[in-house]
């Protein structure tokens, strides 16, 4: 009996060790996973538009490129759709710290920052090239650094592509906007714009602007191929002018509070991945608009009139008031960069 005594008493100790030997291992092993994920970076990236749009896609891409580049130490939360904020919150959210990046539209920082009112400036740009030239060389970079006062770092541009004109009822030349309610991104800009062609500018929410089409709020709006077709606006439009009027594109911003503090090499890992990025959306939208503009005309939805030369001259013509109403704003330097790069040959 004593025996067999010793030997339960041997077991009993062994199995107490064991399970202290295990449970400290566990214990080690969740301290270690806690550790790691207290050490993770998280940066809240929020936007407006759909996740098959190209800034959409872009986003995605930028996401994954991060986590890739820094093996998993940088999580970039993606917000599409306005499911965290909207146009009108994400600025001010961004300032204050409460989310880390985001890419608004132009038209959202011409209303604080009157500079950015230069790129929203009816037939601003010829071309894709002219947006190449600009984004990427000195407006670009006069541009950026007008965010520095703001807590805001301008980390790249983002193409959608050329805004063209839908509506109900063909619109061909400046006279057809008379009295017509046209959507708009709210924006100075863009309201003198159609005020000047005599049309009714009403500003709402891009998500806002599906139902207000279908239940007749107004009667056309401005867009890029691509969110025509994404959006399904062909459903309550008749009529499309191919008239590459204005261009939509968007800032990658992030809190400059945040990228101050990030550990260099991770900063370097990000710059990476939204070089890739911006290529990735640049070469996209491009092809998105050409591709879906195909689509469009093979579907038979609306009626596609493509605007010639004289008419883009009359357009140009009723839309000077605009340059001259905005230009003092916008400042001599920036003004001075686009009459350069209107002097490039085409």
Request: no cysteine; glycine share 4%.
């Amino acid at each position: 009996m004593k025996s067999f005594a010793f030997v339960l008493l041997g077991l009993i100790s062994a199995v107490v060790i064991g399970f202290g030997q295990d449970l400290s291992l566990a214990k080690w092993s969740y301290d270690e996973e806690q550790e790691k994920l207290s050490e993770r970076i998280i940066i809240k990236f929020s936007h407006v538009v759909a996740e098959n749009t190209p800034k959409g896609l872009a986003v995605d891409r930028f996401a994954q490129l991060v986590k890739a580049k820094t093996k998993g130490r940088v999580e970039v939360q993606v917000f599409p759709n306005s499911t965290l904020h909207s146009e009108k919150t994400e600025i001010p959210a961004l300032v204050k710290g409460e989310i880390q990046m985001i890419a608004p539209a132009f038209s959202h920082l011409s209303g604080t920052i009157p500079q950015w009112a230069v790129l929203e400036l009816p037939y601003v740009f010829r071309d894709q090239k002219d947006v190449d030239e600009a984004f990427r060389g000195e407006i670009g970079r006069m541009l950026f650094s007008t965010l520095n006062q703001s807590n805001m770092k301008g980390m790249a541009f983002w193409a959608n592509g050329f805004k063209q004109i839908t509506a109900n009822r063909p619109m061909i030349t400046p006279d057809d906007f008379y009295s017509q309610r046209i959507r708009i991104i709210p924006s100075e800009v863009l309201d003198a714009q159609f005020r000047t062609l005599h049309a009714i500018p009403v500003g709402s929410s891009f998500n806002d602007l599906y139902s207000m089409l279908a239940s007749g709020k107004v009667d056309g709006e401005e867009n890029t191929i691509s969110n025509v077709y994404t959006k399904r606006l062909y459903q309550v439009q008749s009529h499309m002018t191919v008239s590459n009027h204005n261009y939509l594109g968007y800032a990658v911003i992030m809190n400059q509070s945040f990228w101050n503090k990030l550990p260099a090499d991770i900063q370097k890992a990000i710059d990476e991945a939204l070089t890739e990025a911006t290529q990735f959306n640049n070469e996209l939208s491009v092809s998105m608009n050409e591709s879906q503009f195909e689509m469009l005309k093979e579907m038979r939805v609306m009626e596609i009139h493509e605007q010639t030369e004289e008419e883009r001259a009359m357009w140009r013509q009723a839309l000077q008031p605009v340059y001259d109403q905005f230009a003092p704003s916008i400042g001599k330097p920036l003004m001075d960069q686009i009459k350069e790069l209107h002097k490039l040959p085409r």
